[in-house]
């Protein structure tokens, strides 16, 4: 591999898959891929499972139905994916969950209104839901400022979702974190553009700076330093209280290699770039290493990235 010190590749996807939502099952030693696309256009109900001692793919059940642009996370023996765009490009509020040992899916509550691009994260048993975009009809598209959460417990969900205080700005494809007693909402858009004049299938977006600290105890949300400059459809990882942001797209929109850490100081810089441009892609850590996989809204797959760490974070 041509790129920084400390890349190497990782089993590739079968197929072509952006926007995709990725779990790694510890004690199964197994990757989930579920949801996705090739395109907004051609979302993805297939589940793939990659057995990590063979290096075999093979499929599990499907969504009910094709979506891309989910939310996902895991909290428990359970993989929720969220939300997300149908293939008429409406967003769906449909939530379903798969069981890790057994790769069963079962339904959980709707979502309060339909949406695409938000982020997820699972706090104890509590599922945080933030930002993302809807379609409300025709030229009635818009980013939101929606914050819900979800109880889940070993049965699945635990009662129906609540409204939390909403995000400070309607914003979609940001990065969302967890770290030690509150959440972090890192970068996004702010509202759809149009077609790129060099590559149709990407859109010149209005994207933010901006990051937001909501406080798990006292429910509110407050600034905190921004990014160097504004980012969307980046992969979001985190690592000994520190958190990342890696490639994406500006709001040009121009695909990105760089990397950035926020660390418990409160500081962002700058670390080891990826070995290539890379957006709309899914990171999971598998063991002590970060994987990336998938992305770049290309017919052909992209391939796997991993990496340490120790070298990643420093």
């Known amino acids: 591999m041509v790129g920084p010190p400390g ?11 952006s926007d995709l939502v990725v779990a790694w099952d510890e004690p199964r030693d197994r990757l989930v ?5 090739i395109g907004p256009r051609e979302p993805i109900a297939e589940t793939l499972v990659l057995d990590l001692t063979r290096d075999t793919w093979s499929t599990a059940a499907p ?3 094709p979506r891309s642009g989910a939310a996902g996370t895991v909290v428990g023996p359970y993989l929720l ?12 509020d449909l939530v379903q969950a798969l069981h ?10 709707s979502l309060p209104r339909p949406l695409a691009w938000s982020r997820a994260v699972s706090v104890g048993t509590e599922v945080h839901l933030v930002g993302g975009w809807t379609v409300l009809g025709p030229e009635q598209e818009r980013a939101v400022d929606a914050h819900y959460v979800l109880s889940v417990g070993p049965e699945g969900a635990e009662g129906e979702w609540r ?19 509150e959440l972090l909402w890192v970068g996004g858009s702010t509202r759809m553009g149009w077609p790129s004049p060099t590559a149709p299938s990407l859109y010149l977006m209005s ?37 990342g942001q890696l490639g994406g797209l500006d709001g040009r929109p121009e695909a990105l290699s760089s990397t950035y850490w926020l660390g418990p100081d409160g500081s962002w810089r700058e670390g080891p770039g990826l070995p290539a441009p890379r957006h709309h892609a899914a990171g999971v850590r598998v063991g002590e290493e970060l994987w990336v996989m998938g992305g770049d ?15 990643l974070v420093g």
């Open 100 to 109: 890790l040992p057994s790769l069963q899916w079962r339904a959980l509550p």
């Open 63 to 65: 969504l009910e139905h």
């Open 297 to 311: 809204l290309q017919p052909t797959p992209p391939p796997t990235w991993r990496i340490p760490f120790s070298d």
């Open 7 to 17: 890349w190497r590749d990782g089993p590739a996807l079968p197929g072509p898959r």
């Open 207 to 243: 994207v933010t700076p901006n990051v937001w600290a909501f406080d798990l105890d006292s429910e509110r949300w407050t600034s905190r330093p921004p990014l160097a400059s504004g980012c969307r459809m980046a992969v979001g990882v985190s690592s000994g209280g520190a958190v």
């Open 33 to 37: 891929v579920a949801a996705g696309g």
């Open 81 to 92: 994916v969220m939300g997300g765009l149908k293939p008429s490009l409406a967003t769906s």
């Open 163 to 181: 409204e939390a205080p909403p995000l400070p700005q309607p914003t979609f494809g940001g990065l969302l974190f967890h770290r030690d007693e």
